[in-house]
């Protein structure tokens, strides 16, 4: 089996250095260094190369996966599997079906990790599959490889998915991006509950400005979330000035 990605970027280097234990992988970006990709176990191919693989996966930003599809859309086999990774899914899925071949199938993931979080292990991290238009045998070989490394799956609709992670990892992902706004620090006077709250920057602050945004302007569900957070927020502050 050969695994083509697309996108050498965080998650692009971490899915890597993992799949290259099992699989062939071959990658392709526009800037890619030949030696980091083979010190991960793979080799840099052509768009045209990656495209011929058995499984292709995006691992391109939310705001790329529409010219993404442009371009692979008449370079993937029929054989290919085009498997997105997006922290939405709604929208990329929605892309994909629009774009490519008809016949060419699609998976929709949502791995729930990412380098900080799953720098040792994959071993019981989570990820969301969305079964939209892939055959049931290549989706629950699929499911099972995952599982077999000790990945827990979440099976969900592209909608469902929207929701839940508008309120749990967008949430995250203001909050620690608010902290980071204040420039809030470890002290030498601060509590225990502090230091936890200060553990969120370790997943949110090496993440790219880009895909913050993008996650919330992609998923239809954020804006509810953010105004219920603003809310909430104003009338705790207001608890103490009245
Ligand atoms: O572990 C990391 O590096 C991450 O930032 C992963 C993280 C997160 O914030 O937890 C970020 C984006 C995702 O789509 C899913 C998970």
Known sequence: MKVGI????????????????????????INISKEEVESLGSKVGTLEEVCK????????????????????APLVSKETLVVDVCSVK??????????????TQILGTH?????????????GCKIV??????????????????????????EATADE???QIANT?????????????????EMEIDTKGYRRLLKILETVENDSVQLFKDMNKYNPHAKNMRTSLSSALEETLASVQS
């Open 6 to 29: 697309i996108g050498f970027g965080r998650l692009g280097k971490l899915l890597t250095k993992n799949l290259s234990k099992d699989a062939t992988t071959i990658c392709y970006d």
């Open 53 to 72: 693989s058995t499984i292709l996966i995006l691992c391109v930003p939310i705001s790329a996966i529409e010219s993404i599809a442009d371009q692979i």
């Open 90 to 103: 709604i929208h990329p899925m929605k892309i994909l079906e629009e774009k490519l071949p008809q016949d």
């Open 111 to 123: 791995p729930m990790f990412g380098p900080d979080s799953a720098a040792k292990s994959l071993y």
């Open 129 to 154: 599959l969305c079964q939209q238009r892939v055959s049931d045998e290549r989706y629950r070989n699929i499911k099972g490889y995952l599982e077999s490394h000790g990945l827990k799956v979440i």
């Open 161 to 163: 998915h929207d929701q």
């Open 169 to 185: 990892l967008i949430l995250t992902h203001t909050i620690g991006r608010t902290l980071m706004e204040m420039n809030a620090t």
